[in-house]
């Protein structure tokens, strides 16, 4: 069978990771990441898509069995993208991101005014999996996400660092603070929306 790749970030595809149209159907042409929801989760030129997708280039080397530097991988993106329907589309042609629940999202996000942390201005959907940071409480480690979910969220590093990280779905927000791959993670908020 023929391997499909998605035709926005050029990730292989899997039926585990497919994106969804207006309907909840899947979609055949991108994955989750870059289509929900009948629209692209980010507005990105091609040259943002390539600066957004060049922070994988350890997962990309892992499977390759390629040793490539995030310039050498921002090269190959480049001559990879072109030969993509997402990239060969005029702009009036795409389905932008608008979804109204990630601008509620960012919204509610916004509205916590939590100390230190800039306005959040954008989410991509992001895979359990990825996010799924460890915590203490009461002496416990505990995972408060479903690697097998999806989730709007971002990061954004504040300094000596550290980062915020913000997951979000339909019934709860998550924002965490934590260090360089997630280490020494503490929750900041979670709440249900």
Not at 101 to 121: F, H, R
């Amino acid at each position: 069978m023929e391997q499909k790749f998605c035709q926005s970030c050029g990730m292989p595809l899997t039926n585990e990771i497919l994106g969804t149209n207006t309907d909840g159907s899947k979609n055949e042409e991108y994955c989750i990441y870059c289509f929900k929801d009948g629209a692209f989760t980010g507005d990105f030129t091609m040259e943002e898509m390539v600066e957004f997708c060049a922070q994988f280039v350890e997962e990309y080397n892992k499977n390759t069995g390629q040793n490539l530097t995030r310039e050498e991988y921002k090269g190959v993106l480049r001559q990879y993208y072109p030969s993509l329907k997402r990239w060969q589309l005029p702009a009036d042609q795409l389905p932008h991101a608008t979804s109204p629940v990630k601008q509620q999202l960012i919204d509610e996000v916004n509205a916590l005014g939590i100390n230190g942390m800039p306005k959040i201005e954008n989410l991509f959907v992001l895979q359990g999996s990825f996010i799924n940071l460890e915590y203490t409480i009461n002496g416990n480690k505990v995972k408060l996400l479903d690697d097998n979910a999806t989730y709007w969220g971002t990061q954004v590093e504040i300094g000596n660092g550290r980062c915020f990280g913000i997951a979000c779905d339909e019934h709860h927000i998550l924002v965490s603070e934590y260090g360089k791959d997630g280490a020494d993670a503490e929750i900041v908020i979670f709440k249900k929306r």
